[in-house]
Structure formats: structure tokens, C-alpha cells
């Protein structure tokens, strides 16, 4: 048996370079040495959009078929929705009843977002839940392992807590998830500033040839350089960071960085090979993607078959959770009839 691995992601919709390096390029080489479960993450979507939720469902069915033209393999992952599963759902309640608040509270990017995202009422107990729900929604399946960036650490980490004082009441259950570090370049936006859809500053993975030319040719690049013969600074420069993370052709990107810092290189060049680079990385995917769009129905079919076979082991775990906080009315009857 193979160790497995789950991890969810919000659906925001078609996704960009940074979910690829960040997330899917690490999950798609987990598929062949773990039991690899990739959902949904629907409801926590709702956590801080509860008040427009009529974009979720189309959100997820374009996230996933980014997934899988990503290389996700329904064939060897379990790909599925979160609320498909409403075992989730009841287990985050019964966690619900032993979490501490402060616990909650104290989590750092809590009080962060709460204070930044200013346009939304975040003073709900969802949105106080959500590392609750990602716990229920790990530790469901006895997930051995979380693919995670170095950020989230701290996160599972309280979920190990979480799992241990819900042992501590309940006996031993759960298996404690441990994060699988995953490593990936940082990746600014198009403007240098943080890579959002919110700030219009994607590459998206279903852009086609055209946009991520016209796109790369509006990238942010050295200020200073405002001639093609001023040396430019290539470290923090984000045609540079694409061109890392993005173009296999490492003798060319050193050939470009050298010309570069001596003044001997013009942005058009720099950049009409950035975007060859990206195009010759993005071209199998869109047509992978164009291919699962046209038949829509088999989507559909990945996400329910998964969600099935998702919902069959949450169900089993929930069984023995039930007899374990001692709701297990089905077993009781018969003692009962013989008090
Ligand atoms: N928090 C993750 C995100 O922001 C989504 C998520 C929900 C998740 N539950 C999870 C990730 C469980 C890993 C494991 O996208």
C-alpha cells in the first residue's frame, strides 16, 4: 500500500503559472509513489465569498481541467469535491466541539487577513473554522502526507494538534499528517508585484500562443535600463525569474543573463524568448485542456467517480468516529433491549 496524500485547492477559476509551479508540478510527480487524493476545495471558497457564490461550480470544472491538463491523471488520483463529500462537513463539527478558540485565533494569517481584506465581513465563525475544515478534510483520510510550501507549515502543525486533544478525548483514531515540503521559485507578476488574478497580472495556463506573447512583451523588467546598451541588473528581475522557472535552455538563459549585465542585449530578444519558452510548456496543455473542454460530460464523470470513491473511505472513517465519540446508535439497540 502506498502512502497517501491529499490536498485541495480553492476554485478560482482558470489558473496561472503560479498554481503550476506552486502546486500542480509538485502534485503530478507525487502520483506515482503515493495514493494521491486532489480536491476541490469548495467550501472553503465560501469562507470568504460567501456573499457571490454563483461562480463556484464553473470555477471548479475550469480548476480541474487546468488540473489534469497539467498532468493530474484521473487514472491514478482521486480527483474530487469537497462538498460531494458532506463527511467533511461532520467531522469539522465534531472537531468543532473540542478546539479551544484560542487555538483558532492564534493562527497568524487569521488576524492578518481579517484586518487586510477589508471589503468583506470576515467575522464568521467559517471563516474562523477554515484550518478546522482543512484539518477534517486531511485527516478524513488518513493522509500520511501534505504537499506543502514552507508558508503552511505552521498550519499543519495545528493540525496534529487538533488530531492529538480529539485523541485525547476519543481515543486514537487518526493518523497525525505530516507536510511533504514541496520547493518551487517564487514567481512576481507580470507588474513585479504578487501574481493575482485580482491584479490582472497572470499568464494564465489556457492563454493561448498570442496573449502570452502580448503579455510577456508587457512584463516588468529593470527600470534603469531604458536603452538596450545600459548593463541591467538580472537578480529579482521577473523576465529573468520566468526565464529560471520556465525555459529548459540553460546554456541560452546564462547567454541572455551575460549580455544583459554588460548592456549587450535588447528586452524584444530577451523576451521573444521568454515567450517561446513558455508557449513550447504551455502548447500540450492547452490542447490537453480544448480536448477535456469539448467533452465536458467526461469531466463531469472524473469529478463524480471521484467523489464516490472519496465518499466510500470518509464514510468508513466517520463509522468508526461515531462509535469512537459514542454515537453509535446502531450497536446500542441491542444492549438496550437487554438492560
Ligand atoms: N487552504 C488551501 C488553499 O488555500 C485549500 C485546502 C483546503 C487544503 N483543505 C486542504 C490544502 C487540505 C491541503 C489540504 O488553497
Redesign the pocket.
Known amino acids: 500500500m502506498k502512502p497517501r496524500v491529499?490536498?485541495?485547492?480553492?476554485p478560482t477559476g482558470k489558473l496561472h503559472l503560479g498554481h503550476l509551479v506552486g502546486a500542480l508540478d509538485n502534485w503530478a510527480p507525487l502520483q506515482d509513489s503515493y495514493d494521491c487524493f486532489y480536491f476541490v476545495?469548495d467550501w472553503?471558497a465560501l469562507t470568504s465569498d460567501y456573499a457571490d457564490t454563483s461562480r463556484i461550480v464553473e470555477s471548479a470544472y475550469d480548476m480541474v481541467a487546468d488540473w489534469i491538463a497539467a498532468g493530474l491523471d484521473p487514472g491514478k488520483s482521486t480527483l474530487f469535491i469537497q462538498s460531494l463529500v458532506p463527511e467533511h462537513a461532520e467531522l469539522f463539527l465534531l472537531l468543532s466541539m473540542t478546539i479551544p478558540i484560542p487555538w483558532l485565533e492564534r493562527v497568524p494569517t487569521y488576524k492578518e487577513q481579517m484586518e487586510q481584506i477589508a471589503d468583506k465581513d470576515l467575522s464568521t465563525l467559517g471563516f474562523l473554522g477554515y484550518p478546522l475544515l482543512?484539518t477534517a478534510?486531511?485527516i478524513i483520510y488518513n493522509a500520511h502526507a501534505?504537499p506543502v510550501g514552507e508558508d503552511q507549515v505552521p498550519h499543519l502543525e495545528l493540525s496534529r494538534e487538533i488530531v492529538r486533544r480529539f485523541h485525547n478525548f476519543y481515543g486514537q483514531l487518526f493518523v497525525e499528517p505530516q507536510p511533504l515540503l514541496t520547493t518551487f521559485p517564487r514567481l512576481p507578476g507580470l507588474d513585479n508585484r504578487k501574481m493575482s488574478k485580482s491584479y490582472g497580472n497572470t499568464i494564465d495556463l489556457a492563454d493561448d500562443a498570442e496573449t502570452v506573447v502580448r503579455k510577456v512583451r508587457q512584463m516588468y523588467t529593470d527600470p534603469k535600463r531604458i536603452r538596450a546598451d545600459v548593463p541591467g541588473t538580472v537578480e529579482g528581475n521577473p523576465v529573468f525569474m520566468y526565464h529560471d522557472a520556465f525555459n529548459p535552455d540553460a546554456a541560452e538563459v546564462e547567454d541572455l543573463k551575460t549580455r544583459y549585465r554588460a548592456g549587450k542585449v535588447g528586452d524584444v530578444e530577451v523576451k521573444t524568448k521568454l515567450a517561446k519558452a513558455l508557449n513550447a510548456r504551455l502548447e500540450p496543455m492547452r490542447a490537453r485542456r480544448a480536448e477535456l473542454m469539448r467533452r465536458p460530460d467526461a469531466l463531469k464523470e472524473i469529478l463524480m467517480e471521484g467523489s464516490r470513491k472519496a465518499r466510500g473511505i470518509a464514510q468508513e472513517t466517520m463509522e468508526r468516529v461515531r462509535d469512537a465519540v459514542k454515537l453509535n446508535y446502531l450497536s446500542k439497540v441491542d444492549a438496550i433491549g437487554k438492560r
Open positions: 491529499v490536498s485541495g485547492m480553492r476545495a472553503h482543512q478534510d486531511i501534505v
